[in-house]
């Protein structure tokens, strides 16, 4: 079974630019999650859906973030106009079962550094 | 919102050394998990323990619901338990919270 693709592996930006991050869940998994985790921190949830539905999206900074799943499937989460508070790694995780952290399954990240 | 704090926020230790984490949670968590982080970024699932004590291998987990309190043994350590090791919980909010994590180095 393949797990949880991210990509890119890396991105370096410099303040002001736009970078999107690609997310596979695992096939017939339906929850998908995005998390931001700065450096030396646990992760923080930003968004998590429920096949094409957000389900919540409340710690997502909506001014210049986005996220869709528009098929249930992949996910893309954007950052227009990257700040240096931006820096993280930025973690996908999905599950088949609703919300559960026993069958949370995590991609490799995304580390993010905004210059 | 629910919060998850963890202790000690680093810890170094020998080789062969036993490990004691905490995990502090402020409010009822129907599910409560332990992470590893590598030190390269990737996220594994070590085991779920929501009450009593359970064990995997070299892990011990005891966790005391009513306390709000888990914790995780690292018994006879090795240099490639060197990570950091994050709990996450579960609560009727549906959403899985993640504590602030405990980075481990183990020196040979």
């Known amino acids: 079974e393949a797990g949880v693709t991210q990509s890119p592996r890396y991105a370096v930006l410099q303040e002001g630019q736009a970078v999107s991050f690609w997310c596979d869940p695992i096939?017939?998994?339906?929850?998908l999650y995005w998390y931001q985790q700065p450096r030396d921190q646990g992760p923080q949830l930003l968004v998590y859906?429920?096949?094409?539905?957000?389900?919540?999206n409340s710690q997502l900074p909506s001014d210049r973030f986005s996220a869709v799943r528009p098929k249930g499937t992949n996910s893309t989460l954007k950052i227009q106009s990257a700040k240096q508070g931006d820096t993280a790694t930025y973690l996908c995780?999905?599950?088949?079962?609703?919300?559960?952290?026993?069958?949370?399954?995590f991609g490799s990240g995304t580390r993010l550094t905004v210059l | 919102g629910q919060q998850v704090q963890q202790s000690p926020s680093s810890l170094v230790l020998q080789e062969g050394e036993n490990a004691e984490l905490q995990c502090n949670f402020s409010s009822t968590a129907t599910q409560l998990q332990w992470f590893y982080q590598s030190p390269g970024g990737s996220l594994v699932s070590l085991l779920s323990?929501?009450?009593g004590t359970k064990h995997t291998g070299r892990l011990t987990s005891t966790t005391v619901t009513k306390e709000r309190r888990s914790s995780l043994h690292i018994s006879s350590s090795q240099t490639t338990d060197s990570g950091t090791y994050l709990c996450?919980?579960?609560?009727?909010?549906?959403?899985?919270?993640f504590g602030t994590g405990t980075r481990l180095q183990v020196s040979p």
């Open positions: 996450a919980i579960y609560s009727n909010t549906d959403k899985v919270v």
């Open positions: 995780a999905s599950s088949p079962d609703r919300g559960s952290a026993e069958t949370l399954y």
């Open positions: 323990n929501p009450s």
């Open positions: 859906f429920r096949d094409e539905a957000v389900i919540d």
């Open positions: 096939s017939g998994h339906d929850t």
